[in-house]
């Protein structure tokens, strides 16, 4: 199957200025060549510590910002290249969900001018059909059809969510950033928004970017999961190629701090060295390389190179590189 989201070498740079004339002095590198795919019905998670570019390029995939360079073929076309008139086309099947529903979500407006705004905009209905259509969607999305005429403060954490989502499918879309959708809200909470996200996307066949910090989180509804940290993709493999065999030493640091599914096994936390350095100057090399315990002599000279392990498995880290490995690959199971 051809993929629906391909996305190639996508940079977001935020230029600092300075000065009453903004001179531009140096760069947030964001987002720095990040590449991978989404295919029709997938979810992929994408995870990693807050500033690491995840919501940066779930946003700049939609054009909610403007990216750097790279392209984004959504159906085989570039998204990236899309004229006013045709990027609105394009929105209708390209929805997202925020992470904070209260703030997304118009406090002084109805529901069904929140939702139906959109499918007005679209000129897909309007008056009773409209009303109709907006009630039909807070059903799919678990929630009464009377309450249309509620306002946003009316309406629980989840429920603002499960708004959110109606929303998003409220132009029939075909795939959906989840832009930390499910982080604000509680576990259990959490666990049924994950769950209706997942039977609304066998109903829709939708797909999926599912941006979270939190690998817990996106194991439950991910087909595949990208790592990344300091605007690099530095891993991607299925979900439970991830979970089982993890390579890179940033994700196998990030699991460690999961809690082991199995009760009463221990498992080695990995601690890491201090935080996440700045984007506007990273790391020479092996961005991880003022963090990663598995440093060795190549890793702040060179950049790493994205090397595929197994089909789908990719890694970027010298360990895996014929060129840099250390001959002694004992140093994986130290980690
Ligand atoms: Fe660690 Fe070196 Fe691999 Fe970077 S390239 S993750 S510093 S071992």
């Known amino acids: 199957a051809k993929p629906l989201l391909e996305v190639k070498n996508l940079k977001k740079y935020f230029p600092i200025t300075k000065g009453l004339l903004s001179r531009t002095v140096g760069h947030v590198k964001a987002v720095d060549d990040v590449s991978f795919t989404v295919m029709p019905n997938e979810t992929v998670g994408l995870v990693g510590e807050s500033g690491c570019g995840k919501t940066t390029a779930g946003r700049t995939l939609l054009r909610l910002l403007e990216p750097t360079s790279g392209e984004a073929f959504f159906e085989g076309r570039d998204v990236f290249k899309l004229e006013r008139e045709e990027l609105r086309a394009a ?56 309450y249309i005429t509620r306002y946003p403060h009316e309406f629980s954490g989840g429920q603002r969510q499960r708004l959110g989502i109606a929303r998003a499918l409220a132009l029939n879309p075909k795939f959906i950033v989840c832009d930390e959708a499910v982080s604000a809200l509680d576990v259990s909470v ?30 439950h509804i991910s087909d595949r999961i990208a790592v990344m940290y300091l605007g690099q993709m530095v891993e991607m493999a299925t979900c439970d190629n991830l979970f089982d065999t ?5 994700t196998q640091a990030l699991l460690s701090a999961i809690p082991h599914p199995k009760p009463g096994v221990k498992q080695a936390r990995v601690v890491l060295k201090g935080d996440v350095p700045s984007p506007i100057n990273p790391p020479s090399g092996c ?35 014929k060129e840099f490995a250390p001959a002694d690959l004992t140093v994986f199971e130290k980690l």
């Open 91 to 146: 929105r209708r099947n390209m929805q997202i969900i925020f992470q904070d529903p209260f703030s997304s979500l118009n406090p002084r407006m109805t529901i069904e001018s929140i939702i139906g705004e959109a499918l007005e905009f679209h000129k897909i209905a309007k008056g009773d059909r409209r009303r109709e259509m907006v009630e039909e969607l807070l059903v799919k999305v678990g929630l009464q059809p009377s």
């Open 190 to 219: 959490q666990a049924q928004v994950i769950n209706l996200l997942q039977d609304l996307q066998e109903e829709f066949n939708l797909s999926y970017l599912f941006i979270a910090h939190d690998l817990s989180v996106v194991k």
């Open 246 to 250: 993890p390579r890179h030493p940033y």
């Open 287 to 321: 961005r991880f390389h003022t963090r990663c315990p598995a440093c060795f002599a190549p890793c702040s000279k060179h950049e790493p190179k994205t090397v595929e392990l197994e089909p789908g498995h990719l890694v970027r880290c010298h360990l895996y590189d």
